[in-house]
């Protein structure tokens, strides 16, 4: 199954995003901070991050250089109620898949993250991570 993880300080926003894509037989995780946001997408290897840029005490933005340490090939696509070209360039620069403005329309939220999805299965895995320790496998769907 796949899987999909949504890091964001509003639980309206949780929530609709869970009812979106649960629907669409997805797996989907949440996650109210930063801190608990890197714990989850550490213990279930989501092919898919939807990231608020701001969360609270945390950005999102730092945040995402972390994330892609748990795994690069997670695609990981920004959301935010704050949207500049500023942080849409900056987003790009780091390598997110996707920047999104809320409200998020569930249509071009459901197209984004189903190409993000298809497009996280077909990046390979580096085989070691810069620190040399192995990434975790994902595992097979089948």
Known sequence: MQRLLVIDDEPGIR?????????????VFTAGSGEEGLRVAGEKMPDVILLDIR????????LFHE???VDP???IIFIT???TADAACEARTLGAYEYLVKPLDAVQLQHVVHRALATSHSVPAPAMKPEGRRLQSRPTEG
């Open 15 to 27: 929530f609709s995003v869970e009812q979106v894509f649960e629907q669409a037989g997805i797996e």
């Open 55 to 62: 969360l609270g005490r945390c950005s999102g933005l730092e």
């Open 67 to 69: 994330l892609s340490r």
């Open 73 to 75: 090939r997670a695609s």
């Open 81 to 83: 109620g704050h949207g």
